[in-house]
């Protein structure tokens, strides 16, 4: 039994607010809570995360390692036939 006074008063069914608009409730000693991300709209969670890519590294690391485009693989083909 906790000690009465001491603790704040819990909310079973807060409410999760992001852009206006009421995402999920769950508990919490707030009433409202007030986001500006969640899964509903993080780039992680929804798949249009997009790469940021300032020099150029994952294009050297996909021409590398073959794993880039058709033109990659043409290469590596005309390289085999060129040293035989």
């Known amino acids: 039994m906790p000690k009465p006074e001491i603790h704040p008063?819990?909310?079973?069914?807060?409410?999760?607010?992001c852009?206006?608009?009421?995402?999920?409730?769950?508990g919490?000693?707030?009433p409202e809570l007030h986001v500006?991300?969640?899964s509903g709209n993080h780039p992680f969670?929804?798949?249009?995360?997009?790469?940021?890519d300032t020099e150029g590294r994952v294009d050297r690391f996909m021409k590398k390692y073959g794993m880039g485009s058709t033109n990659a693989s043409n290469q590596d083909s005309d390289k085999k036939n060129n040293t035989k």
């Open 9 to 17: 008063k819990w909310y079973p069914d807060a409410k999760v607010i």
């Open 19 to 26: 852009n206006g608009e009421v995402v999920m409730t769950t």
């Open 28 to 30: 919490s000693t707030k």
């Open 36 to 38: 500006d991300v969640w």
């Open 45 to 52: 969670f929804t798949g249009t995360q997009k790469i940021l």
